[in-house]
């Protein structure tokens, strides 16, 4: 089908540590249904190497609920064993919609 | 001249000769040789025995002896010890009293006879030419040169069969007039005709023209310019692939001597046959797995299978048959889809005689038959018999035969354990014949077609399952909120059938109050449905109680986190307003997650209604609170999910939706505000795949 929703931007995440607890994802593109899965499988991938994860959103214009879904779902893992999934680098939508959502309470957004 | 001049002028014009001449006594012992058996046996040998001369030594004593007791020795051929090939004739030379007094001999070195080297080298080419044919036509190309090349016919052709039971057809031929071509082109086998004859019995005819008058009176008075024929059947080891036609000047040409060659030719022909049919067979095959790759890109092309089906049957018409029909079962009726044929007329007419006779369910051949057994039916020639078991009267009869319908295949079409109907190919004026081979291939193609017409059926089922099931959970009518003029869009994004997680709705709280939500549940399918199910419920149950906005949502929420849902996380946002008619009306907002409604007072001036709360289904804790507002006349209320403004996403969603709203009038209705709104979102540069939900409520 023509508009298959998942056919939609590819992001790039790239990987690396940068304090000996803190796995820093930096991601490239836009965070919507289309990216949701690829964003899972990053997140899954940085949770299994430590228990803070930071996503870099410097480049993300734009959060749409499936990729909240999957940020949260993140961090609750995270938290759930004493971790936490942090955003740095937020955008000005972005944060708008952080929140919108009091998705804060979960997601740790640092400067 | 006397007669001893005369014998001597013969022993000198023997002497020149380039054949070896021999005059031996009684005891084989050389009195005379000639010039060309001197060099042959290097010197003069005269007094010598025979046994003794190397080169001559070839020659077995007891021929020489039978020529020494009377008997002439003819065109012998003799080969010794050295292998040396020798064509030997020897006379007896008798005295006055008729005693045997000696032999006289000539021999000839046949491995040195060039003319038969040459013809050997020229079949030798031939073959090399042959080895390297590609199909059956450039192997009769190249026998039917050499016929006339090589072995020095007038005319050559070469007649092929192309499939068992097929006639012999002419696939090449040199040197014979347009007519006769034209009159030979196809000669059925049971013909009392030489071609026809070699081809039934696998063994060669040769004649001249009287054998020919007497023996093939069918062929027709033989043309003046030809006085003999050779007619060689073309086989390989397994089978007879045609014959081989040669037509000669020279009555001479098909003398014993002769054949060898003609033999030889036919021989190599069909070796070569051999080897490009089965070239051809593997190039079928490949063709034969390119049209099932190509019926395979035209049936997924698109999910409407009636127009597939029809571009399928025109696929196998330029590759497999010469009419193709795709037969499906439609509501209990069987019914013929699609119609193919090279000529659009005979599509024509076969389309008028389907509506004029439609296909008997309980018909005991074709598509029906098929589609009640589910096996495939192979008629590799059709009999006149069964054109007029299958027809309902003397016109169709008429119309079937002069289709000229010669071999057909009808295999089932069959998915998921169900026949859906029947594919039928056929061949018929191009007069050829389905072989087994193709009945494997028919099936493959059927299988396919099936298929398509089972995803297309299984898409468009819940396709309607999805619009039912959202329907469910969107109120079907707005009711009527008095002093308001209420409307609202949905539109489910991504690809129909997939149910969306966009909900809205509008209703009375009892008190003479009205609750107004908006919400959107995390992801798509099923398991977005049963929470958005959860949602709008609970939000109606939960308003009965009690209709603060705030209570509402933490009953949602609390819904939301005892339902189950699978492993990823399922979440919803929404926001309620609570409206009180009056003067002024007022209204509460609460929102959890989701963005602000918007309020356009009737000076063209924007608000943004509730205060920021938690998402709904995540927390047990909520963090929810509400602001209440009051609205004057004209003013307008627009409460909206996300996917209105995500395809804005880059270009400011939220400022352009400010912007449409500040253009509509201050009298503008409340389903015109709606429409504005849907076409701004779907405007959006982005895709659409978002659901999006639009309710407005314009104060009057």
């Not at chain 2, 003799?78 to 005295?95: C, D, K, Q």
């Not at chain 2, 009293?97 to 032999?103: E, K």
């Not at chain 2, 030809?226 to 036609?245: F, K």
């Not at chain 2, 014993?256 to 049919?277: D, F, I, K, N, V």
Request: charged share 25%.
């Amino acid at each position: 089908v023509d508009d298959d929703p998942t056919r939609g931007t590819r992001p790039q995440f790239q990987q690396r540590r940068v304090e000996e607890s803190v796995l820093l994802l930096s991601v490239e593109g836009e965070l919507d249904i289309g990216s949701a899965d690829a964003l899972r499988a990053a997140l899954d991938a940085a949770e299994r190497e430590s228990d803070i994860v930071r996503l870099d959103t410097r480049d993300v214009q734009f959060l749409d609920s499936s990729a909240l879904g999957v940020l949260l779902a993140s961090a609750q893992r995270l938290a759930a064993r004493g971790g936490r999934l942090e955003l740095t680098n937020v955008s000005p939508a972005v944060r708008r919609i952080l929140d919108m959502t009091l998705i804060a309470r979960t997601v740790h957004v640092i400067p | 001249m006397g007669v001893a001049g005369s014998a001597e002028s013969v022993i000198a014009a023997l002497d020149g000769a380039p054949v070896g001449f021999a005059l031996v006594d009684r005891e084989l012992r050389l009195v005379h040789a000639n010039a060309r058996l001197a060099e042959w046996v290097g010197g003069d040998a005269a007094g010598r025995l025979m046994r003794e001369i190397p080169a001559l030594a070839e020659v077995p004593a007891q021929v020489a002896e039978r020529a020494l007791a009377g008997t002439p020795i003819l065109d012998e051929h003799v080969s010794g010890r050295t292998g040396r090939p020798i064509l030997l004739n020897a006379f007896p030379v008798l005295s006055d009293d008729g005693a045997p007094t000696g032999v006289i001999m000539t021999l000839r070195d046949m491995s040195d006879w060039s003319l038969e080297r040459a013809h050997l080298e020229q079949l030798a080419t031939i073959a090399s030419r042959l080895a390297a044919a590609a199909t059956p036509e450039e192997v009769a190309e190249i026998t039917a040169d050499a016929g006339i090349e090589a072995i020095g016919a007038s005319a050559a052709a070469v007649l092929l069969v192309r499939r068992s039971g097929t006639p012999l057809e002419i696939a090449s031929a040199r040197g014979s007039s347009a007519e006769t071509l034209d009159e030979w082109q196809r000669i059925d086998r049971d013909t009392e005709v030489p071609v026809a004859q070699v081809v039934r019995d696998r063994a060669p005819v040769f004649m001249r023209r009287d054998d020919a008058v007497r023996d093939h009176p069918a062929v027709g008075t033989p043309s003046d310019r030809h006085h003999a024929w050779a007619a060689l059947p073309l086989e390989s080891h397994d089978e007879v692939r045609g014959a081989l036609a040669l037509s000669f000047t020279d009555a001479g040409s098909i003398e014993p001597s002769e054949r060898p060659a003609m033999l030889a030719l036919a021989a190599l022909c069909g070796q070569a046959l051999e080897r490009a049919s089965l070239a051809r067979d593997i190039a079928l095959a490949n063709d034969r797995l390119r049209l099932l790759a190509d019926a395979s890109d035209v049936l997924s092309e698109t999910l409407d299978y009636e127009r597939t089906l029809q571009q399928l049957a025109e696929l196998a018409v330029q590759r497999l048959a010469d009419w193709c029909t795709v037969t499906i079962v439609e509501g209990g009726e069987i019914v013929d889809v699609a119609v193919a044929h090279a000529d659009p007329e005979q599509v024509a007419l076969v389309r008028r005689l389907q509506q004029e006779y439609p296909q008997d369910p309980d018909a005991p051949n074709g598509a029906p038959a098929v589609i009640r057994s589910g096996r495939t039916e192979y008629i590799p020639e059709i009999p006149d018999e069964l054109l007029v078991a299958v027809s309902p009267d003397e016109r169709i009869l008429g119309i079937l035969r002069d289709l000229g319908l010669r071999s057909v295949i009808t295999a089932p079409l069959i998915a998921r354990g169900r026949t859906l109907g029947a594919l039928s190919l056929v061949l018929a004026e191009s007069g050829a014949m389905y072989q087994p081979a193709d009945v494997e291939l028919a099936e493959d193609l059927a299988n396919r077609a099936a298929l398509a017409i089972d995803n297309a059926r299984l898409y468009r089922e819940r396709s309607q399952i999805a619009d039912t099931l959202q329907a469910s959970l969107l109120p079907p009518v707005l009711p009527d909120v008095p002093g308001f003029d209420v409307a609202a869009r949905y539109r489910p994004g991504g690809d129909g059938v997939t149910v969306g997680g966009d909900f809205y709705d509008v209703f009375p709280t009892g008190d003479g109050r009205w609750l107004v939500a908006i919400g959107d549940v995390c992801g798509k399918g099923a398991p977005a449905a049963t929470l958005t199910g959860v949602a709008r419920h609970t939000a109606r149950a939960a308003a009965m109680d009690d209709p603060e906005p705030v209570h509402v949502l933490a009953s949602v929420n609390a819904a939301l986190l005892r339902t189950d849902t699978a492993n990823d996380l399922r979440f919803c946002t929404a926001a309620v307003g609570l409206l009180e008619a009056g003067s002024p009306s007022r209204i509460a907002v609460a929102r959890a997650g989701h963005p602000p409604p918007l309020l356009r007072r009737a000076d063209g001036t924007i608000e943004e209604l509730g205060i920021n709360g938690t998402l709904l289904g995540v927390y047990e804790d909520p963090e929810l609170g509400s602001q209440k507002v009051a609205i004057g006349p004209g003013d307008l209320l627009l409460f909206y999910t996300d996917g209105v403004t995500e395809s804005w996403w880059n270009a400011g969603g939220e400022q352009r939706l400010a912007d449409t709203l500040r253009t509509l009038g201050s009298d503008v209705s409340a389903a015109d505000a709606a429409a504005q709104v849907e076409r701004m979102a779907l405007a959006g540069a982005g895709s659409t795949s978002d659901d999006l939900a639009i309710l407005v409520l314009r104060a009057l």
